[in-house]
């Protein structure tokens, strides 16, 4: 079980509330070149069965977060009874490749990092990320720029389900030097407040996430996963253990958890428990047995 970016913060604000030991990983907040006041309020708002969010990608600087959070969270995470310790994922965000190079330059000399996952689908900033995510030569360039950069580490790459087709993204992602494919971000989306005749959202649209995006990831995760022959990553609207079987059963190699954190903050580390009591009620011994067992069958 990882944490998504963006609901989970820098997984330090939550080790008082959780045993961060628990999680298979945590993904950090979206990481820039400087440091982001993000967009004015009202940033977020309830929907029927998710939110919208228009955060505008806040964040402290991957500078602040290498010298003085990073070192914060790896002294409360060690190896456990089974060898494995919680993985640390930096999202990373730019506006131009140059950007996305340098954050990944600076993530580089830091230690207690497992992997980078590279932000190329927010659908909250005025220019840059939505771009890249949309079109397979953007994404193959920034990939290739970020492939090159990051020596030390695997580089995820999160897709945008704002696309007429995915396979075509992802297939990019992959040709490019990605390790593993994020599936996927939130969606773009309104919600309007009658009486001021206002959107609620003060940058007018916003992401959707939550229960309500679950049918439409999965179905995203079901594509990319025949696409390509790197591991996806899940991720939309899980909030029961249930979910998480859906997602390994359409090819998902794990899974993450946002919005659900919302509602509850343990809500990725009690989702543990809970796949360990469902495997357990129904016999099923190894995760690795339900992945993609509901695609079709490969001829190769
Ligand atoms: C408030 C909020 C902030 C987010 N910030 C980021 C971010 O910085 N980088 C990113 O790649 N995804 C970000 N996301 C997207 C989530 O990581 C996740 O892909 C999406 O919310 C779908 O999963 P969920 O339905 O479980 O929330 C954010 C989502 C929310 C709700």
Redo the contacts with the bound molecule.
């Keep these: 079980m990882i944490a998504?970016?963006?609901?989970f913060g820098y997984g330090v604000e939550f080790a008082e509330l959780v045993d961060l030991n628990r999680l298979g990983g945590l993904v950090v907040?979206?990481l820039s070149r400087e440091p982001m006041e993000g967009a004015p309020p009202p940033r977020?708002c309830e929907t029927p069965g998710g939110?919208l969010?228009a955060?505008g990608?806040q964040n402290i600087g991957v500078r602040a977060f290498v010298a003085e959070t990073l070192p914060k969270l790896c002294r409360l995470l060690h190896v456990g009874a089974d060898g494995f310790a919680t993985a640390v994922v930096a999202?990373v965000?730019g506006y131009r490749v140059e950007d996305y190079v340098e954050v990944i330059r600076v993530l580089e000399d830091a230690e207690g990092l497992t992997a980078y996952?590279l932000?190329i689908?927010?659908p909250n900033t005025n220019r840059g990320g939505l771009e890249y995510g949309t079109d397979p030569v953007a994404t193959g360039e920034v990939v290739s720029a970020a492939r090159r950069a990051a020596v030390h580490r695997p580089l995820w790459v999160?897709l945008s389900p704002n696309v007429t087709d995915i396979t075509v993204i992802a297939r990019a992602a992959e040709q490019a030097g990605a390790d593993a494919l994020t599936v996927?971000?939130?969606w773009v989306g309104m919600a309007v407040d009658i009486e001021t005749r206002r959107s609620r959202l003060a940058r007018l649209t916003g992401?959707l996430?939550?229960p309500a995006?679950k049918p439409l990831n999965l179905r995203l995760v079901y594509q990319v996963a025949q696409a390509v022959r790197v591991p996806v990553l899940g991720?939309?609207?899980?909030q029961k253990p249930e979910d998480v079987v859906e997602y390994l059963l359409v090819g998902a190699h794990a899974v993450?958890?946002?919005?659900?954190h919302f509602v509850d903050p343990r809500a990725s580390v009690q989702l543990v428990k809970g796949l360990e009591n469902l495997c357990f009620r129904r016999s099923i011994n190894r995760i690795r047995d339900l992945r993609g067992s509901l695609l079709p069958k490969s001829v190769d």
């Design positions: 998504a970016s963006g609901t907040k979206g977020l939110m969010n955060i990608l999202n965000f996952e932000n689908s927010c999160k996927a971000n939130t992401g996430s939550g995006i991720v939309g609207g899980i993450q958890v946002g919005t659900a």
